[in-house]
């Protein structure tokens, strides 16, 4: 039976929005030295050790069923080798704090999504005004694209890349609601191992610079924290959080990691964002609280 949150679980949901949040920055950081698909491949990687070592400590051993695995394949391209290489590849155009505003849509995307897949999940004209507010919010960001400055295609690329990286997140939630292996940790260290085998292989094929000797020491220092911190350690800490408070408890990152990555973004990148974005995660955020709030409501009617 979940309890209500104390002090310490407090501590490690803003430790998550932290690792979480910070990601964007520090894949921005990186970009200054390594190319998009070095840096999936590269925090893919230094991901995958630290939750095998956590595996390997918690005397966990990976799931030997074959349907198991296929759909750890997919959680791994859906939930990592994907979404890590649009955003990345979106945040050479699209400044770090816009980046974590676009990802805010995701939990609108899981509503969505679990309509249609999950039984009980049903779209109440409640959770269909929480998604029309976060589509406005998406208008205001991608109408200055469109309109204002006469279409910069550069630019609106990118956001739909980082869009997409949103949509690939909210899949795989569904997708890992209907996998069979229940054991959290166990289940992300295989799916992270997968995925490291896909990026290398796919960097290797494309011979992908992965350790470019022109590297600077910050861009390198980013990426490594990006990898061990924002990848491997916050998976841990969010499975931690689950098992300590619960996943309502856990739905806050939603409202805070935008907020995180744009005041992260400000102070330590110097980024000045229009009006319109702050409008626009606004928007977003309203949009999930209305959705979230239903959810919360509709379980604890059924509970």
């Known amino acids: 039976m979940i309890r209500p949150p104390r ?9 998550l929005v932290a690792m979480w949040g910070s990601a964007f920055m520090l894949a921005e950081l990186a970009l200054g030295s390594f190319e998009p698909l070095a840096i999936t491949t590269l925090r893919i990687v230094m991901g995958a050790i630290v939750l095998m070592l956590l595996l390997a400590a918690t005397g966990r051993r990976f799931p030997r069923r074959p349907d198991v695995w296929a759909y750890l394949v997919l959680m791994a391209i859906l939930g990592n080798c994907l979404p890590f290489f649009l955003i990345t590849w979106g945040q050479v155009e699209v400044p770090s704090g816009l980046a974590g505003i676009l990802m805010g849509v995701m939990p609108l995307v899981v509503v969505v999504l679990a309509h249609f897949s999950v039984p009980g999940e049903r779209l109440s004209p409640a959770r269909v005004f929480g998604f029309l507010l ?5 208008v205001v960001l991608f109408g200055g694209d469109l309109v204002a400055r006469g279409g910069d295609e550069s630019a609106l690329l990118a956001k739909l890349a980082i869009l997409g990286g949103a949509v690939c997140y909210g899949v795989n939630v569904i997708v890992a609601r209907l996998q069979p ?7 992300s260290a295989g799916v992270m191992l997968v995925a490291s085998v896909l990026m290398l292989s796919v960097s290797f094929a494309l011979d992908t610079d992965l350790l470019p000797a022109q590297a600077s020491a910050g861009a390198i220092a980013a990426l490594v924290l990006l990898g061990l911190m924002s990848t491997g350690l916050a998976t841990f800490v969010y ?6 408070a619960g996943p309502s408890f856990l739905s806050l990152i939603n409202y805070l990691i935008p907020v995180w990555a744009v005041t992260v ?7 000045h964002l229009p009006v319109r974005a702050f409008l626009a995660m606004g928007l977003i955020l309203a949009g999930v609280l209305v959705t979230q709030r239903h959810r919360v409501r509709h379980q604890a009617a059924n509970a």
Do not use: N, Q, Y
């Open 265 to 271: 973004g400000a102070v330590l990148l110097g980024e």
């Open 239 to 244: 499975f931690l959080i689950i098992a300590r």
């Open 181 to 187: 292996e229940k054991d959290a940790l166990t289940a």
């Open 134 to 138: 976060g589509f406005a919010g998406l």
């Open 7 to 15: 002090p310490a679980d407090w501590l490690l949901l803003f430790s």
